[in-house]
């Protein structure tokens, strides 16, 4: 059975600070690594990472996957108070089609106080 | 606008009350997804259809029935054998790995 690891699982920090998100996945057929954004309702996408070593970024965001390890980690630089959320990565199993079904860690919470 | 419509946002469902949560999608995608999320948690899987008129069980099927009769709508119906349905229900369309979600729905039994 898939499996996937986030850690940690509360993190509290002051704006301007750095901090690492980290996902483990244990997967027999590994297709894509999600990171996702819920600040209130729904998660709201931040990247998918197919590729080793391959550094994704969107402004303060990064992402990078490491398959070999099989982790990934999200930074977050200068963080905002509006960073503030729970934070969710999700592996993708390969299948051939769209309709893979996602199985996701337990999230991060991320607290950013000004 | 494109996207997936939950409703309603909030329920309130009496012990021993079956109750059925809606969602409707204009994204043309084939699959969707119900997920229940609790508090502090990550999502997990309870029902998907990747068609119309099949749909698999997930991680937590038990007490929860679903239908796909039309590709755009796939109520979830949360029954009375669900010993804890106090949560967050999130609906969900997946094309070429990127899921979609709609706003939720937060279901009290009271």
């Known amino acids: 059975e898939d499996k996937v690891v986030q850690s940690p699982l509360s993190l509290v920090v002051h704006e301007g600070d750095t901090v690492t998100l980290n996902c483990s996945y244990e997967v027999t057929n590994f297709r894509s690594l999600l990171w996702y954004k819920q600040e209130k309702k729904a998660p709201t996408f931040l990247f998918m990472l197919?590729?080793?070593?391959i550094e994704k970024k969107s402004g303060r965001l990064s992402s990078i996957l490491d398959k070999k390890e099989l982790f990934s980690i999200l930074n977050i630089t200068a963080t905002q108070t509006g960073d503030s959320a729970i934070y969710l990565c999700?592996?993708?199993?390969?299948?051939?089609?769209?309709?893979?079904?996602?199985?996701f860690g337990q999230g991060t919470i991320l607290t950013v106080h000004p | 606008d494109g996207g997936i419509t939950q409703s309603p946002k909030y329920l309130f469902r009496k012990e021993g009350q079956n109750v059925t949560l809606s969602c409707e999608q204009n994204l043309n995608h084939d699959a969707m997804y119900w997920y229940r999320q609790d508090p502090g948690q990550g999502l997990r899987l309870i029902y998907y259809s990747q068609i119309v008129n099949d749909f698999q069980k997930g991680d937590i099927a038990e007490g929860y029935s679903v239908s796909r009769e039309k590709k755009e709508s796939f109520p979830l119906t949360v029954t009375s054998a669900q010993k804890n349905p106090t949560a967050f229900y999130l609906c969900a369309t997946h094309s070429w790995g990127e899921a979609f979600f709609g706003q939720g729905t937060r279901l009290t039994v009271v």
């Open positions: 999700a592996e993708l199993p390969a299948g051939g089609t769209s309709y893979g079904k996602l199985t």
């Open positions: 197919t590729s080793s070593g």
